[in-house]
């Protein structure tokens, strides 16, 4: 419904079938699609699905509500002209009318995600991968003593098209690393290898996924357990791609070993200074509030001797 030429759009064609629900309608009713000049009736109210609704105004509940944000989304919102529209977000643009909000902690109180975040960076995105290879296979062992099935899962959000480590140059890495390639699924764009793919069957085989965006939003698995972003970590858009996408609980109860209770960020990025506040601020922007993310957080830094070791032991917790 969200398009700006609405020719050739179902919703928003002529219907003759509809007309009995436009019969009382006066012909000059504001708001509603006409039929083109060009056609049959033109000038007249189109008998569609679009103006049906529009005439009832129904109810209107829009998830990830701030990317209806743009001219087209209101637009649409005014053809259908609801009656009141629920907005569902993480993040609630300034001027909404904010009728509820549900913060981390009320979230892990009630065992839907996993707190702690533990982040740890590295000097390369070979050595992020390297980390993020050995987390989940920790992980792994870990959770053959859990009381139900788990299986961690490693999201790596590679670099873009015409950068070093692309998606293909990821999967090589990998594949070089003595992982088996059906173990390795592609999201992208172009390449949508979870379609149909179940991750909480115990026959799966995925244990590493591979993406840029296409798991921005509207996925969530609670298998996933470990995020890698390789690019470098400036500002908090960097990780919004993969971070809300590791938190979410498996079965929605605490796991009896508290590391299966956490999330696990590894990212290459040369100063974590800069890591550490790209990842709050984008806890902050996804609605975790200062509370959780700024006065909550603690950054231990345990230095071992050796300089590149030092970076891989860097933790941002997010503490109860």
């Given at each position: 419904m969200?398009?700006?030429n609405t020719e050739g759009r179902k919703v928003y064609s002529h219907n003759e079938n509809l007309e009995p629900h436009f019969s009382a309608?006066?012909?000059?009713?504001?708001?509603?699609?006409?039929?083109?000049?060009?056609?049959v009736g033109a000038g007249t109210i189109k008998f569609s699905l679009a103006n049906l609704l529009h005439l009832h105004r129904p109810?209107?509940?829009?998830?990830?509500?701030?990317?209806?944000v743009t001219g087209l989304s209101q637009t649409m919102q005014q053809r259908v002209n609801p009656s009141a529209i629920i907005e569902f977000t993480a993040t609630p643009q300034r001027q909404s009318n904010l009728?509820?909000?549900?913060?981390?902690?009320?979230?892990?109180?009630?065992?839907m995600i996993k707190l702690p975040v533990m982040l740890a960076e590295h000097p390369t995105w070979q050595q992020a991968v390297d980390g993020a290879i050995s987390k989940r296979q920790e992980l792994a062992d870990i959770a053959t003593r859990d009381t139900k099935y788990i299986r961690p899962?490693?999201?790596f959000q590679a670099q873009d098209r015409g950068q070093v480590a692309t998606v293909d140059v990821l999967k090589d890495y990998l594949i070089e690393q003595g992982i088996a390639e059906k173990r390795i699924a592609i999201a992208t764009g172009d390449q949508r290898e979870l379609d149909d793919v179940n991750?909480?069957?115990p026959a799966c085989d995925v244990d590493f996924i591979i993406t840029v965006e296409a798991l921005k939003e509207g996925w969530d698995c609670s298998f996933a357990y470990v995020f890698c972003s390789l690019a470098n970590i400036h500002s908090s858009t960097d990780v919004e791609q993969l971070l809300g996408r590791v938190l979410r609980m498996p079965y929605a109860t605490r796991r009896s070993d508290e590391r299966l209770n956490r999330a696990y960020a590894h990212l290459a990025s040369p100063r974590f200074s800069e890591a550490a506040m790209a990842l709050k601020d984008r806890m902050v922007a996804m609605g975790w509030g200062w509370r959780c993310c700024s006065q909550q957080c603690t950054c231990p830094i345990h230095d071992t001797g050796n300089a590149a070791k030092k970076d891989e032991r860097v933790f941002l917790l997010i503490r109860n």
């Amino acid at each position: 419904m969200r398009v700006e030429n609405t020719e050739g759009r179902k919703v928003y064609s002529h219907n003759e079938n509809l007309e009995p629900h436009f019969s009382a309608v006066p012909k000059k009713s504001p708001g509603l699609e006409l039929i083109e000049d060009d056609k049959v009736g033109a000038g007249t109210i189109k008998f569609s699905l679009a103006n049906l609704l529009h005439l009832h105004r129904p109810l209107m509940i829009v998830d990830e509500a701030h990317k209806a944000v743009t001219g087209l989304s209101q637009t649409m919102q005014q053809r259908v002209n609801p009656s009141a529209i629920i907005e569902f977000t993480a993040t609630p643009q300034r001027q909404s009318n904010l009728l509820h909000s549900v913060t981390a902690q009320e979230l892990k109180d009630a065992e839907m995600i996993k707190l702690p975040v533990m982040l740890a960076e590295h000097p390369t995105w070979q050595q992020a991968v390297d980390g993020a290879i050995s987390k989940r296979q920790e992980l792994a062992d870990i959770a053959t003593r859990d009381t139900k099935y788990i299986r961690p899962i490693v999201l790596f959000q590679a670099q873009d098209r015409g950068q070093v480590a692309t998606v293909d140059v990821l999967k090589d890495y990998l594949i070089e690393q003595g992982i088996a390639e059906k173990r390795i699924a592609i999201a992208t764009g172009d390449q949508r290898e979870l379609d149909d793919v179940n991750l909480f069957d115990p026959a799966c085989d995925v244990d590493f996924i591979i993406t840029v965006e296409a798991l921005k939003e509207g996925w969530d698995c609670s298998f996933a357990y470990v995020f890698c972003s390789l690019a470098n970590i400036h500002s908090s858009t960097d990780v919004e791609q993969l971070l809300g996408r590791v938190l979410r609980m498996p079965y929605a109860t605490r796991r009896s070993d508290e590391r299966l209770n956490r999330a696990y960020a590894h990212l290459a990025s040369p100063r974590f200074s800069e890591a550490a506040m790209a990842l709050k601020d984008r806890m902050v922007a996804m609605g975790w509030g200062w509370r959780c993310c700024s006065q909550q957080c603690t950054c231990p830094i345990h230095d071992t001797g050796n300089a590149a070791k030092k970076d891989e032991r860097v933790f941002l917790l997010i503490r109860n």
